[in-house]
């Protein structure tokens, strides 16, 4: 059974860092391109972060280049989203996604509210 599971979401204030972790179970974990995405009420879901299979490629949103950082870790079947400098319009539910050629994943999702 396929599972993608979601952590390390809260409140926080501006300014503060989260750090959000995505643990997979199901599948083979290191053939897959896993992403970070974002939704905020009233919005639609957008790319916020894509890793490549081994690790060796990112890429970022505009929105948040230099404030956060996608990693992976293939031994323990788990992908991370560092979060920095957060800003208000950082707050939406974050959402771990797996996909390959032929198959794409989502977890349940971890809120994540900035706020003073």
């Known amino acids: 059974q396929v599972q993608l599971v979601e952590s390390g979401g809260g409140l926080v204030q501006p300014g503060g860092s989260l750090r959000l972790s995505c643990a997979a179970s199901?599948?083979?974990?290191?053939?897959?391109?896993m992403s970070w995405y974002r939704q905020a009420p009233g919005k639609e879901r957008e790319l916020v972060a894509t890793?490549?299979?081994?690790?060796?490629?990112?890429n970022y949103a505009d929105s948040v280049k230099g404030r956060f950082t996608i990693s992976r870790d293939n031994a323990k079947n788990t992908v991370y989203l560092q979060m920095n400098s957060l800003k208000p319009e950082d707050t939406a539910v974050y959402f771990c996604?797996?996909?390959?050629?032929?198959?794409?994943?989502w977890g349940q999702g971890t809120q994540v509210t900035v706020s003073s």
């Open positions: 996604n797996a996909r390959n050629l032929y198959l794409f994943y």
């Open positions: 199901g599948f083979t974990f290191s053939s897959y391109t």
């Open positions: 890793i490549t299979t081994a690790g060796s490629s990112t």
